[in-house]
């Protein structure tokens, strides 16, 4: 599941469940596009945002698409794609990406969804959905 946070970390939107076996970057563009047709719904604008995401969400797709969104994308060159140096990357906005992390070690402290034991999409994403409030109340 892609989850996208605020800078705080409290999580505005994920997607839905993907399986274990899949890399990050598993339908990624469709994913992040039912998140932010999503936000827009509820009146929540990403445009001219910041996107911190590690080397795994480095695609050429998930960039044009971040673009698309007028969202300024600082994701960590994946090596392995093999293109040149020309993409700008801010390492100190980068740093920042321990909120995310953090956010994960929060959701991890909830075992019922942290070994999913769920078999169905949508018992497991409405447990997650309930872990979000959760965190959120926490930070209130």
Known sequence: MLIISDVNGIPIA???PIAGNH???YELVENFENMAQSLKKS???IDGLFLNADAGFDTKAFRESLCK??????IDKN???GYDDDLLFD???YLRRFVIVRTNAWLD??????VRFETKKSHWKYL????????LLRQL
């Open 43 to 45: 009146n929540i604008y």
């Open 128 to 135: 997650n959905i309930i872990v979000f409030y959760v965190v």
């Open 23 to 25: 890399n990050d970057a």
């Open 109 to 114: 402290a909830f075992k019922a969804i942290l």
């Open 79 to 81: 090596k392995r794609n």
């Open 14 to 16: 994920c997607s839905e």
């Open 91 to 93: 390492n100190i906005l």
């Open 69 to 74: 969104y007028d969202i300024t994308d600082n």
